[in-house]
């Protein structure tokens, strides 16, 4: 009895029930198509993304970075480290140099005597003097720290020393 209601609606709505299938089937199909397309596009990045790669794993690819990036990294420190170094031994260089030539005596014809100043980076160093007269040379040095001498310095020897001080590093 059950059967024969059942059949007798299907033969009783079968266009109904043929056009709701064949508009499923319509769906479907369109659902088909759009994976295919997007399957497709996949596989386009995919073949875009795996390109050069001489069949080798993508994995062991992004292994093998990271561990030339953790290298680098390590070869950063000890170029940084060099540098540090380098720099604290270029500081105790001589950077800054101001000259003065200088007449000592009025009876002498030319500027034969002189001063120079010699400082490093952290304005330490010596100013060396050299004073001409007819008879005698004399040649002396003042050491300089911090930018001040604990000796009196002449007026050309400020000069010099000033000079030096405020010389620019480049």
């Known amino acids: 009895m059950l ?3 059942i059949i007798e609606f299907l033969n009783q709505y079968n266009v109904f029930i043929t056009i709701g299938l064949i508009i499923l089937v319509f769906v479907l199909i369109i659902i088909v198509i759009t994976s295919l397309i997007s399957t497709s596009k996949m596989k386009d990045k995919y ?3 795996m390109k ?3 069949n080798k794993n993508l994995e062991e690819l992004i292994i093998n970075s990271l561990d030339k990036i953790e290298n680098m990294e390590e070869i950063t420190d000890e170029v940084k480290d060099m540098c540090n170094k380098t720099s604290n031994i270029v500081a105790s260089c ?5 000259m003065q030539r200088y007449k000592a005596f009025e009876d002498i014809g030319s500027d034969l005597s002189y001063s120079i100043a010699l400082l490093d980076g ?5 100013i060396i003097t ?6 005698e040379s004399i040649t ?8 001040i001498s604990r000796y009196d310095l002449s007026q050309e020897e400020n000069n010099v020393l000033h000079q ?3 010389t620019d590093k480049e």
């Open 3 to 5: 059967l024969e209601q």
């Open 130 to 135: 050299s004073i001409y007269s007819r008879n």
């Open 164 to 166: 030096a001080v405020n």
């Open 52 to 54: 050069g790669t001489n």
């Open 94 to 98: 001589v950077q800054k140099v101001a």
């Open 47 to 49: 073949r875009k993304m």
């Open 140 to 147: 002396y040095a003042k050491p300089i720290d911090n930018g």
């Open 122 to 126: 952290r304005n330490n160093g010596v």
